[in-house]
Every structure is written in structure tokens, then in C-alpha cells.
T-cell receptor, first 113, second 113 residues
Framework: EADIYQTPRYLVIGTGKKITLECSQT?????MYWYQQDPGMELHLIHY???????EKGDLSSESTVSRIRTEHFPLTLESARPSHTSQYLC????????????FGSGTRLTVV | GNSVTQMEGPVTLSEEAFLTINCTYT??????LFWYVQYPGEGLQLLLK?????DKGSNKGFEATYRKETTSFHLEKGSVQVSDSAVYFC????????????FGSGTQLTVLP
């Protein structure tokens, strides 16, 4: 079944640790996105990619980085986690025309203590 | 620029009440329009969509009609259930770039038994 997977679902980690949030999709989509969702629910685009070896920063400045070495994989890395990074991170992908919308993963809830 | 304005929440209704969540948009061009739903602890799921003026999207008893003359895409349901409690996001998508999906700020709906 085609889908998009995020791991871990929940992560509690100490300040200063390096973390990688995983996102993989099996739909062959060329476009992938990372959103940060604040407690007020609003979604902020932090990174996107429209293909292998292509990454761009989104509307919200973020200290995280991303890579796109394979079509299906779009991991997000924080080199040194801080409490201000505590948030919900959502990965999404899309392919083809705008009328198809995005497919979202279930999200990673990150807490930095 | 492109933007989506949603009715502010939270919205609290009794079971079997009628639901309307207002959504208006500003776009340069002719967007596709979407409603996404986010249940507690989950990612976003596509609820319904419409790709051109006067189209009506529908799913799970929810409906929304693409009104070009009023640039609106209001979400309606005739009789809500407790299980409809979630956050609802209106969104638009245009051609032309990887960052195509623009979200509204989300509306929290709580349905009481």
C-alpha cells in the first residue's frame, strides 16, 4: 500500500543532542515537504524538495537541515537540539498536478528537555 | 500573494448540530481547494477537494463548494458526530512551484455528546 511513514512518532531528548527525524514514502512522489506545527495548530513550512539532490528552505526559518539522496527518503536533522525545537513535525509528499493535494505522515512529536 | 483565511475557533457544537466553517482565499490564478482534517495525535488527512469553480467536494457527510465569485470554500455538515472532533484546515494549491499548498490557520472543532 502506498503511504508515507514518519519515525519516531514520539521523541524525548536532552538539550544538545543530535537527532534525525525520518520520513519515507512509497508513492514515487518527486515533491516532499517538512512542516512544523505549533501548539496553536498553525502549520509552518520549514523545508521542501522537488527531487533528488534538491532542497530549499521554507517560509519559517529553522535550524534544522534536510537531505534528499533518494526519491523516497527525506530526513530532517537537528545538530544540537534545544527546548525551542519542541514541536510537532509533519512530513508530506505530492506528485503530479495540484488537484491531487498532499499526502501527510502521522507526524513526530519532539520534546527537548 | 496567496493566502487562506479561516474562521477562528474553537468551535463547540452539540451532536447532530449543523456545522459551517468559513474559508476564503486570495490567489493569483485559479487554485485547487482542499479541506484537510487532523485528528488528535495524527497527521493531516485529505477530507475533500474541488478543482474548479462551482465544483462541490464531498466526503463523510462533509461538503464544500468552490465559489469563485466570493472566493470561498466553506465546509458544511448537516449533522455532526462526536467522532468529527478534530482540527480542520482549508488550503489552496496553484501551479508553478514546489511550495504549492497554502494552509489556513486551522479551526478546532469539538462535538459534545
Amino acid at each position: 500500500e502506498a503511504d508515507i511513514y514518519q519515525t519516531p512518532r514520539y521523541l524525548v531528548i536532552g538539550t544538545g543532542k543530535k537527532i534525525t527525524l525520518e520520513c519515507s514514502q512509497t508513492m514515487g512522489h518527486d515533491k516532499m515537504y517538512w512542516y512544523q506545527q505549533d501548539p496553536g495548530m498553525e502549520l509552518h513550512l520549514i523545508h521542501y524538495s522537488y527531487g533528488v539532490n534538491s532542497t530549499e528552505k521554507g517560509d519559517l526559518s529553522s535550524e534544522s537541515t534536510v537531505s534528499r539522496i533518494r526519491t523516497e527518503h527525506f530526513p530532517l536533522t537537528l545538530e544540537s537540539a534545544r527546548p525551542s525545537h519542541t514541536s510537532q513535525y509533519l512530513c508530506a509528499s505530492s506528485g503530479g498536478a495540484p488537484r491531487y493535494g498532499y499526502t501527510f505522515g502521522s507526524g513526530t512529536r519532539l520534546t527537548v528537555v | 500573494g496567496n493566502s487562506v483565511t479561516q474562521m477562528e475557533g474553537p468551535v463547540t457544537l452539540s451532536e447532530e448540530a449543523f456545522l459551517t466553517i468559513n474559508c476564503t482565499y486570495t490567489a493569483t490564478g485559479y487554485p485547487s481547494l482542499f479541506w484537510y482534517v487532523q485528528y488528535p495525535g495524527e497527521g493531516l488527512q485529505l477530507l475533500l477537494k474541488a478543482t474548479k469553480a462551482d465544483d462541490k467536494g464531498s466526503n463523510k457527510g462533509f461538503e464544500a463548494t468552490y465559489r469563485k465569485e466570493t472566493t470561498s470554500f466553506h465546509l458544511e455538515k448537516g449533522s455532526v458526530q462526536v467522532s468529527d472532533s478534530a482540527v480542520y484546515f482549508c488550503a489552496l494549491r496553484l501551479e508553478g512551484s514546489a511550495r504549492q499548498l497554502t494552509f489556513g490557520s486551522g479551526t478546532q472543532l469539538t462535538v459534545l455528546p
